[in-house]
């Protein structure tokens, strides 16, 4: 205000009145904290500001915590998805040591209204980047490596002055316990603020810290010290040094002091709201389970060509996933889909008693399904369809099932060949039952293997 009122006199002299104006600032700011030894808002240099905390706001989400702390405030909420949905890194990040994936992952938001500012809202610039990398940092350390789901962090700032980050901490692990993430131990950050004395040589003779910095000690201080830890160390820390050459050794070891003592302050507000992870998600929380499938039933269980996989995922809704030979991973968004997913791969694996087939045996199958690469036929009645490939159909080289004329309902006879140790597949063949070719390299068919 007073910047405009001396542009409007002296309009030519624009910046050398906000040039002015942030001298004066910063020398009456130093001299009320060094001299008067008081802050601006009345608090003790190691005084927080008033907090308070609230968990479980809206039913439809996995977690969520709203944090005050001063003029600071943060909305966090937290989203549960399967493990592919897991964030994948570039080609060159992952060729230069980075991770190729990211199973936690923290977005965070400063819109313009957070500073009474109308604007749009444009795409995160370095500071909101640099911000919410910071607090991922704090937060990573106590999520559990073998979480089975891909947790997204989503934390949005509705009101700033002053050490936005560190409120994103706080509320982001408190939004996790309601999630029911099983973290190791709540996190807390804080961030530490310096005005310093200096001489002529600019070296510092006398400096003051100021513990949980609001937004004008921080713009008008000589120093940004933010650190997040939990009750037994430091998970993550940013300097920040403004107007200054450095810093010294005796200020870094009190600063950390006083952060790891208001940790305990904040950590014991935090507690008050929920002490620890929920021991159950909520009724809405996505479930993950791992299922083995014995080997001789695989084939069966995925199908040719992973035909029943596919169908479970369409007509369920259930991602199904391939772990190794005898695992599959399931993901549902509700426990209701889970249990008709379980249903139908229990019907799946359900054993069927069929007659024994000696290896050798003929039998006299029906065309159900044809498929550019064989046709699919049904050995027995009720047991699911097995592949006669076309390399088994003919002595000559068969391209298409259509080469021979073969359709549906149709009906020939194979010859039971065995199963596959390793997949537990079946296999048949129609060339087995031929005659050898002829030395014109062409043989007889029988015409009464083909009947309608």
Do not use: W
């Not at 600019?202 to 008008?220: A, F, K, M, N, R």
């Not at 790891?260 to 992870?277: G, N």
């Not at 791992?290 to 069966?300: A, D, G, H, M, Y």
């Amino acid at each position: 205000m007073v910047c405009g009122m001396f542009a409007e006199l002296f309009p030519t002299a624009t910046d050398l009145a906000e040039s002015a104006f942030s001298c004066v600032s910063r020398h009456c700011f130093r001299e009320v904290v060094l001299k008067r030894r008081a802050r601006f808002d009345g608090r003790g240099f190691s005084d927080l500001r008033p907090m308070n905390c609230q968990v479980d706001l809206k039913q439809p989400l996995h977690g969520s915590c709203l944090f005050q702390r001063g003029e600071t405030q943060v909305f966090s909420t937290v989203a549960l998805g399967s493990p592919k949905s897991a964030l994948k890194t570039d080609l060159i990040e992952a060729a230069m040591g980075g991770a190729k994936e990211e199973e936690f992952i923290l977005h965070y938001e400063f819109p313009p209204f957070c500073n009474n500012v109308i604007g749009p809202v444009l795409q995160h610039n370095r500071r909101e980047i640099g911000h919410g990398n910071l607090a991922e940092r704090a937060l990573l350390h106590v999520v559990p490596e073998e979480f089975p789901f891909t947790i997204r962090l989503s934390a949005q700032v509705l009101e700033s002055n002053g050490s936005s980050s560190m409120a994103t901490v706080c509320a982001g692990s408190l939004a996790l316990m309601d999630a029911a993430v099983p973290v190791s131990s709540a996190v807390a950050g804080v961030a530490c603020g310096l005005v310093c004395q200096e001489s002529d040589d600019g070296d510092i003779v006398d400096y003051t810290l100021l513990t949980d910095i609001s937004g004008i000690e921080d713009s008008l201080g000589d120093m940004d010290f933010k650190v997040a830890g939990t009750r037994h160390g430091i998970t993550a820390c940013q300097l920040d040094v403004k107007r200054i050459r450095g810093v010294t050794l005796p200020i870094i070891r009190d600063a950390l002091q006083a952060a790891t003592s208001a940790h305990q302050t904040v950590l014991d507000v935090m507690d008050s709201t929920l002490s620890e992870p929920r021991p159950e998600g909520k009724n809405n929380r996505p479930i993950y389970e791992i299922i083995e499938v014995p080997l001789p039933k695989r084939s069966r269980f995925v199908g040719v060509g992973g035909y029943n996989l596919r169908k479970i995922r369409k007509d369920i809704g259930v991602e199904i996933d391939n772990i190794d030979e005898t695992k599959f991973s399931l993901f549902a968004t509700t426990p209701e889909l889970m249990e008709e997913a379980k249903q139908c791969v229990n019907t799946l694996l359900k054993d069927i008693d069929f007659p024994a087939l000696e290896p050798g045996a003929v039998r006299t199958v029906k065309i159900k399904e044809i498929r550019d690469y064989g046709v699919m036929v049904e050995l027995f009645p009720g047991m699911p369809n097995v592949l006669l490939h076309v390399r088994e159909m003919d002595r000559k080289m068969v391209y298409h099932p259509s080469d021979m004329g073969l359709q549906v309902g149709q009906t020939l006879e194979v010859k039971y060949l065995g199963r596959d140790p390793t997949t537990g597949r079946i296999a048949i063949s129609r060339k087995a039952l031929l005659p050898p070719p002829t030395r014109s390299g062409t043989h007889r068919t029988n015409p009464s293997s083909f009947k309608r």
